[in-house]
């Protein structure tokens, strides 16, 4: 209860709620949305445990590209060119099909009422509560994107896998993070898998031979033989552990990152920047500290541009604009 006054009075503060997002939005149209999402997603994060991991990559990706707008959910359209999917920086995303599922249970009660963004932001909120983290209260009141972004802009726009400190913190701060939320959202690396694509630089191509970044030499030769030169980067089966707990969402992260077992650049940065390393030692040892500043980020992340009140459209199918 602390926590989500805390994240309300937060808001009202930066005006979220004052530009259209409120956590009331849907009380008097569609009052059984979170049970409808809730109740929808449970047997399909006990079929596949690892889809939280996937929705919450899923909404990120999403709020990257000109704001939370459920744009990548949008199928490619045959002549009009390649979408946002196509980009290199979406390799991996899965679990689209999902939110499609959750829209048809919620048209069924709702009609014409909830937007695909809003469930997505949902979605990627049960994600993480379901896998043990935080309950976190989000506003709503997303409206859909009317056109699908390419895919030179999802390129442009979402950070390479090589993203150091500099370039996390220049791209969190201007979606109003201080550097303790900017560093609690890296936390979602607690969850799920990296892409062997996505290290391989890190291992092989650095200068002198060595990651970069502290890494624990029996982890960088873990790593090496997962990901050995040459192997399938285009497969989605080449791939490692983001942490020894990946189904759970927990500070594990912030505790391999100190002991030099941070998988991407960034998480082995943070632990040595001066402007991280005291915030990742914190988290690493207060569970509780971590999840309260990982809400306020994912509330202010998934705030970031949002279309509103007559902006854009509440689609009747997600991956299609009507």
């Known amino acids: 209860m602390v926590v989500t006054l805390l994240i309300i009075f937060a808001l009202r503060i930066n005006g979220v709620e004052g530009e259209g997002l409120q956590y009331n939005f849907y009380d008097k149209s569609c009052p059984q949305l979170d049970d409808i999402v809730r109740t929808t997603l449970q047997p399909i994060f006990l079929t596949d445990p690892t889809s939280p991991a ?37 390799f991996g995303i899965r679990k689209r099909e999902v939110i499609s599922i ?28 379901m896998s043990g983290g935080p309950q976190i209260k989000v506003p709503l009141g997303r409206r859909d994107s009317s056109t699908a972004p390419s895919y030179q802009l999802a390129d442009s726009s979402i950070p390479p896998a090589t993203t150091g400190v500099d370039q996390m913190l220049r791209l969190f701060t201007t979606k109003g993070m201080t550097i ?33 970044g502290l890494m624990d030499p029996r982890f960088e030769a873990f790593l090496r033989l997962i990901c050995p030169k040459g192997c399938l980067t285009t497969s989605n089966i080449s791939f490692v552990l983001n942490d020894p707990t990946t189904l759970m969402f927990d500070n594990r992260y912030y505790m ?30 207060d569970q509780d500290d971590f999840f309260h500043a990982f809400s306020t980020a994912f509330v202010k992340l998934s705030s970031t541009g949002v279309l509103i009140g007559d902006q854009g459209v509440i689609r009747n199918k997600c991956n299609v604009i009507d």
Not at 63 to 77: F, R
């Open 54 to 90: 996937a929705l919450l990559r899923l909404m990120f990706h999403d709020c990257q590209v000109q704001g939370c707008d459920a744009s990548i959910l949008v199928d490619p359209v045959e002549g009009i060119g390649l979408s946002e999917m196509k980009s290199a920086k979406n």
């Open 102 to 129: 959750v829209k048809a249970m919620v048209e069924v009660a709702c009609p014409k009422q909830v937007s695909c963004a809003d469930i997505l932001v949902l979605a990627a909120r049960e994600a993480v509560a």
């Open 180 to 212: 303790e939320e900017s560093v609690a959202i890296m936390g979602s690396h607690t969850l799920g898998i990296t892409h062997c694509l996505n290290i391989l630089d890190r291992l092989y191509k650095s200068e002198g031979g060595e990651a970069r």
């Open 256 to 285: 391999n990152a100190m002991g030099g077992r941070g998988v991407l650049t960034i998480d082995a940065e943070m632990a040595l920047d001066h402007r991280t390393a005291q915030i990742v030692e914190h988290f690493a040892a």
